[in-house]
């Protein structure tokens, strides 16, 4: 039973260019949730999205950042315009369809984002 | 989500049980008490959860107070590889705005040494 899987697991970019970073939930599980870690920082919630639906993207940076979970596919975290400061380690995790509060999270090994 | 206090940093001898504790004073009736870690680099554990009986599994057991004002996560037999960062987080019950997800504080670092 294959967990959470994020690729790629280092992405170096450029100032400037773009970052696509995939999150492919558990088998069962349409609820994905992102989280940011700055270095030696902890972990900071960005957005929740359940299929083809964004429900609170409280987190996110209101320029460069969005997401997507479709019908079809994995999650999709994309940032344009990258800057110095969006390297981080970006984490994905994911509940079971039926979710509620009494089922765990389960997280991905994450993407390295290093921006040059 | 109620806020948990955690002490920053703890040691244990290898072998021995790892007793890391949490205060949760403004938990609600409906909210979990979740614990995950986190080895360096990798992406948070799930370890435990709870909401009012204490709990076991094959990795820990956790301990909440009868007023549910605070916790104990046990590791019975603490590895090398138990030392992480492990979190405690109160997760909101139903009719509550976080929407599920898990607000990450500072944790407890936890070294286990030979």
């Known amino acids: 039973n294959a967990g959470v899987m994020q690729n790629p697991r280092h992405l170096v970019r450029r100032r400037g260019q773009e970052a696509r970073l995939r999150c492919s939930p558990m088998k069962g599980h349409s609820h994905v949730y992102w989280y940011r870690q700055l270095p030696e920082e902890g972990l900071k919630f960005m957005v929740y999205?359940?299929?083809?639906?964004?429900?609170?993207e409280s987190g996110m940076p209101k320029e460069r950042f969005s997401a997507e979970f479709p019908k079809e596919g994995p999650s999709i975290l994309r940032i344009q315009q990258v800057v110095r400061g969006d390297s981080a380690a970006y984490f994905c995790a994911s509940s079971p369809t039926a979710s509620s509060y009494n089922s765990p999270l389960h997280f991905g090994n994450g993407t390295r984002l290093t921006v040059t | 989500d109620a806020k948990t206090t955690q002490p920053p940093s703890m040691d244990c001898a290898e072998g021995r049980a790892a007793n890391l504790p949490c205060n949760h004073s403004t938990i609600s009736g409906n909210e979990y008490v979740y614990w995950y870690r986190q080895i360096h680099s990798q992406g948070p554990q799930y370890i435990i959860h709870g909401l009012k009986n204490n709990e076991t599994n094959e990795m820990a057991s956790l301990i909440i107070t009868e007023d549910r004002k605070s916790s104990t996560l046990i590791l019975p037999h603490a590895t090398l590889r138990d030392t992480a960062v492990y979190y405690c987080?109160?997760?909101?019950?139903?009719?509550?705005?976080?929407?599920?997800?898990?607000?990450f504080g500072q944790g407890t670092i936890l070294t286990v040494h030979p």
């Open positions: 999205l359940q299929k083809e639906n964004i429900i609170d």
């Open positions: 987080i109160v997760r909101g019950g139903a009719g509550g705005t976080s929407y599920g997800k898990l607000t």
